[in-house]
């Protein structure tokens, strides 16, 4: 699946089925399910995981929690808007 197909995904009811824990996150969050996301990454311990389970806690305002999953996932948080982040990220493990 590549990024456009991903986008387009996020007018169906549910998630392509096959995907990482970290973009079924990305599209739960997209689709104003933030709990459910975060329940996909929280107990993953995997890098992508760790990156979206930062920028969930980054779109919630809670920094302190996001730079802490941004420094297990070894990443700093961004300087971009939380939307471009999001598209950052899908691209990133979509590419």
């Not at 986008?7 to 970290?22: I, K």
């Not at 996301?37 to 311990?45: C, E």
């Not at 700093?76 to 598209?87: D, H, N």
Request: aromatic content about 12%; proline content about 5%.
């Amino acid at each position: 699946m590549n990024f456009k197909e991903f986008h387009a995904s996020l007018s169906q009811p549910t998630p392509p089925q096959g995907l990482s824990a970290a973009l079924t996150a990305l599209w739960l969050e997209a689709n104003d399910q933030w709990e459910a996301a975060h329940d996909q990454v929280r107990d993953n311990s995997d890098q992508p995981s760790a990156w979206v389970h930062a920028y969930l806690h980054h779109v919630e305002g809670v920094l302190w929690n996001a730079d802490y999953w941004y420094g297990r996932a070894r990443k700093q948080r961004p300087g971009c808007t939380t939307r471009e982040e999001w598209q950052q990220i899908a691209q990133s493990l979509l590419d």
